[in-house]
Structure formats: C-alpha cells, structure tokens
C-alpha cells in the first residue's frame, strides 16, 4: 500500500510504434471522422426539414445519427492528436469525463439500436397498429430511456474504474482512456471490477443483443411468407445489412471487454476498438440510408434547393 501514488496525468501510448506511418494513418482516420461527421449530419438535417421523413423510424435514426456524432468525437479527435503526439497526455480530471462520455453513449447507441430494431419489428410484422404503438410520445419515452440507461451504465463503470489505486506506469496502451488498460495499472486485485462488468455489460448488451435478433427474426419469418416477386428480397437484404452491422458492433464490444485474460493481443487490443468507434458510426449512415428511396428523394430535394 505505500507505493500506491496518486496520479494526475497518464499517457496515451497506442501509436508509439507506429509513428513512421504517422501521416498516412492521420489522413485515413481524419477521413473516416469527417466522412462520419458529414454522413449523420446530412441524415438530421434531411429528417428533420422534410415532412416526409416525419416518421418514427427516421425520428430514431436522427438520434442515432446524432448519437454517432456524439460518440466519435469524444475518442477521434483525441486520436488523431495521439497519433502526431507520442505519449500523448490527457489529465486525470479529463480521463474521468471522457470515460464517462464514452461508456454512456456506447450504452446509449446499444439500447437505441434495440430499439431501431423493434420498430421495424411493429412496421413490418404489425402495420395496422404502428401508428398506434408507436405514438410520438412513445418514441420520446423510448428514447429518453436510452439516453437514461447509458448515464447509469457510464456513472457505474466510471465511478468503479477510478475508486481504484493506479501505480507504476501511467502509460495506457491506448488511444483513449477505456476500462481495460486502466484496470492493468491498478495496484490491486481488479476482479470486482472485472465482474461488474461482465454483470451489467453482459445484461445490457445481451439484453439488446436478444431484443435485435428476436426482432429481425420475426421481421424475416413474415419476409419468407411473401411470394417470390413481391418486393421480399428488399426488406430481407436490408435486414441482413443491419444484422452485419449489429454483429461487428456487440461482436467486438463484447471481445474487448467480456473475454477472459489472454496474452492474445495483449499489446495491440486496442485495436478491437476501432470496429466499435469509427467504423460502426461510418457504416450506420450508409446502411440505414443508402438504399432507402425516402432519404435518397429527400437528398435530391435539397441539393435541387441547394
């Protein structure tokens, strides 16, 4: 206990043996952030000034963009001064609001993809009562929720992460501060934290794992039960689509932080954290839009306008 130090700053070191590459790695994740910027904020500004887009499900996917917004750049921007700077430090004070940030608003995305899916479960399984069931006011409370879950989920994790005495090092092997390079700095047994999260992280991302495969799910049952020829193999590549995208997000989430100790990896699983934080966020835009005739004719409206 007496070599336990109390530290105010650590350093990111995820890219310090990449550095030769240092230009062309800034370049690509620059444009993969302003690709991600772009592509979300052209989705709220299309759902939010048509008044045909005045749906539940373009009301959820402009939270989402939002939220993907949100989500990157509370760790790209801090990427890409990583990657110029070796050793990047980022202060105590400021690893607390990032970590915060950034488990909230994955729990956040979690349970809003969930709840994406749930919608297209009433629309195209329920349509009679869509309206119904999904009322503007429902939406609001189903998105609050989200927003809800992820500030208790982050406080949890955040608040568990830095009761505990770091010592040594106070390099992560990093581009942000996360969970796993901060429990290995710890000086002491970490297994209570190791099971908080494998509790709430696994009830909330299996939760909404199981609530988005039950869905499509039955969204593909009633698919198959359309006669060949009658516009099944739309809806049925657009569920497959955001199937993919859902896998390379809870796949890769639940790797990073709910696998047993290995040394696979162990110097670059950083690099797990890419799927979760850049890629996801580019993909969703083009999944959820680039073959929907809705947000395509809206966009031709408002370059024609432009």
């Known amino acids: 206990m007496a070599n336990f130090t109390k530290m105010n700053v650590f350093y990111l070191g995820a890219f310090a043996d990449s550095m030769k590459w240092k230009f062309f790695l800034f370049v690509f994740f620059l444009v993969i952030y302003f690709s991600t910027l772009i592509g979300n904020v052209i989705i709220i500004i299309l759902t939010k000034t048509d008044h045909h887009l005045q749906t539940p499900m373009y009301y959820l996917l402009r939270n989402l963009s939002f939220l993907d917004i949100c989500y990157t750049s509370t760790t790209l921007p801090h990427m890409l001064v990583n990657i110029l700077i070796e050793h990047l430090a980022i202060s105590l004070p400021a690893c607390i609001v990032q970590l915060f940030a950034f488990l909230s608003l994955a729990a956040t995305e979690s349970s809003l993809l969930a709840t994406m899916a749930y919608d297209r479960y009433v629309a195209i399984c329920n349509p009679l009562r869509y309206s119904v069931i999904m009322s503007r006011d429902v939406c609001l409370h189903m998105v609050t ?31 942000f501060c996360d969970i796993p390079p901060l429990l290995k700095i710890s000086c002491i047994d970490t297994f209570p934290n190791e099971a908080t999260i494998f509790v709430v992280g696994g009830f909330l991302m299996i939760g909404c794992f199981l609530l988005i495969c039950g869905s499509y799910l039955h969204i593909l049952i009633s698919v198959l039960k359309i006669p060949k020829g009658h516009g099944r193999s739309k809806p049925f590549s657009t569920c497959i689509s955001h199937l993919i995208v859902v896998l390379l997000y809870y796949g890769s989430g639940s790797f990073m932080y709910m696998r047993p100790k290995s040394n696979l990896l162990a110097d670059k699983e950083w690099l797990l954290s890419l799927f979760y934080t850049c890629i996801t966020p580019l993909l969703n835009p083009i999944i959820y839009c680039l073959r929907n005739k809705d947000i395509q004719g809206a966009f031709a409206k408002l370059v024609k306008k432009v």
Do not use: D, Q
């Not at 927003?147 to 505990?164: E, K, P, Q």
């Open 145 to 175: 929720g989200t927003w809800v879950i992820g500030g208790i989920y982050g406080a949890i994790h955040t608040t568990n992460t830095f009761r505990l005495p770091f010592c040594g090092s106070n390099v992560l092997n990093h581009y």
